[in-house]
């Protein structure tokens, strides 16, 4: 079962609710907040959470009765800040309406409100029919207005910048850019945020990085795979050596066979072999 608004107070809620009301003969005062209707509110603290209830449905809730939420309180006195529950009428929403409107005969533009003028909303407020229609066709009119500048040709932005020639870009293949703006826009941007500016240039560099090595890793592959193809002794792998240590291209006739034997084993130079061959003959000699 819902909370009531009397469960709701404490008796020191109660004791400040009425040291705001100021009681007279006819009405009763509201003197604490209010909002922007012109109804008085009062604030309760329940569960760490604050709530403002309207003064009048509260004042009505102690004297005489709770109030279901489907209700509204009509003011018999036309005294907003009234809390006085002799001049408070529980009714419904449609009929707390028609008895603020029904003084209303004519629009602030001087339409009468007669049935075939008049709409009847959802929230239970009227609205001049010959009011809304002219206020469609502006608004209507106000829109063609917008479309046909958008798709008017401009040759100057918002900058006073001319957009064209090697000013222009098109972006996405649909709306033209001022390429001056846009660097502006770059250099405000670098200088506000350096940390993300530098953050994204680390990330882009390890991309290229990480690119250019597999474009390179991909080229050794290719080439060996043409260096077998020609009857040349190239074993496909990533850490390959296609020259050795002085420089010597390290395929066909240029390759020894290892010193354990198996070509899969240890590649040897040729030419430096023989260039170490020479110099050791020399030296016994």
């Known amino acids: 079962m819902p909370e009531?608004?009397?469960?709701?107070?404490?008796?020191?809620?109660?004791?400040?609710?009425?040291?705001r009301v100021d009681k007279s003969a006819t009405c009763w005062i509201w003197t604490g907040h209010t909002?922007?209707?012109?109804?008085g509110l009062f604030s309760v603290l329940r569960q760490s959470t604050r709530k403002q209830l309207r003064a009048h449905r509260i004042a009505y809730a102690l004297?005489?009765?709770?109030?279901?939420?489907?209700?509204?309180?009509?003011?018999?006195?036309?005294c907003r800040l009234c809390v006085n529950p002799e001049h408070l009428e529980p009714i419904r929403?449609?009929?707390?309406?028609?008895?603020?409107?029904?003084?209303?005969?004519?629009c602030f533009?001087?339409?009468?409100?007669?049935?075939?003028?008049?709409?009847h909303r959802a929230n239970h407020q009227r609205q001049c029919r010959a009011c809304w229609q002219v206020h469609a066709k502006e608004h209507e009119k106000r829109r063609a207005e917008r479309r046909a500048k958008v798709h008017q040709t401009r040759l100057y932005c918002k900058r006073g910048h001319f957009v064209a020639g090697d000013n222009v870009s098109v972006a996405l293949g649909r709306w033209r850019r001022c390429k001056r703006c846009h660097r502006e826009a770059q250099t405000d941007y670098r200088e506000q945020n350096p940390e993300s500016v530098r953050e994204t240039k680390r990330k882009t560099r390890k991309k290229h990085a990480t690119e250019t090595n597999e474009r390179r890793r991909r080229k050794r592959f290719q080439e060996k795979l043409e260096i077998q193809a020609a009857g040349g002794f190239a074993p496909v792998?990533?850490?390959?050596?296609?020259?050795?240590?002085?420089?010597?291209?390290?395929?066909?006739?240029?390759?020894?066979?290892?010193?354990?034997?198996?070509?899969?084993?240890?590649?040897?130079?040729?030419?430096?072999?023989?260039?170490?061959?020479k110099r050791s003959y020399r030296t016994r000699a």
Do not use: M
């Not at 009531?4 to 040291?19: A, E, I, Q, Y």
């Open 4 to 19: 009531s608004t009397v469960d709701k107070l404490t008796p020191t809620d109660r004791t400040n609710f009425w040291d």
């Open 35 to 39: 909002n922007r209707d012109g109804y």
């Open 63 to 78: 004297e005489r009765s709770d109030i279901p939420s489907s209700l509204h309180l009509h003011h018999k006195c036309r």
């Open 93 to 106: 929403p449609s009929d707390h309406a028609q008895k603020h409107h029904k003084k209303r005969t004519h």
């Open 109 to 119: 533009r001087g339409h009468e409100f007669t049935p075939q003028n008049t709409i």
């Open 237 to 277: 792998g990533p850490f390959t050596r296609l020259y050795c240590g002085r420089g010597h291209f390290v395929v066909g006739e240029t390759l020894a066979a290892g010193r354990h034997g198996g070509k899969g084993v240890k590649r040897d130079c040729r030419t430096c072999k023989n260039e170490s061959a």
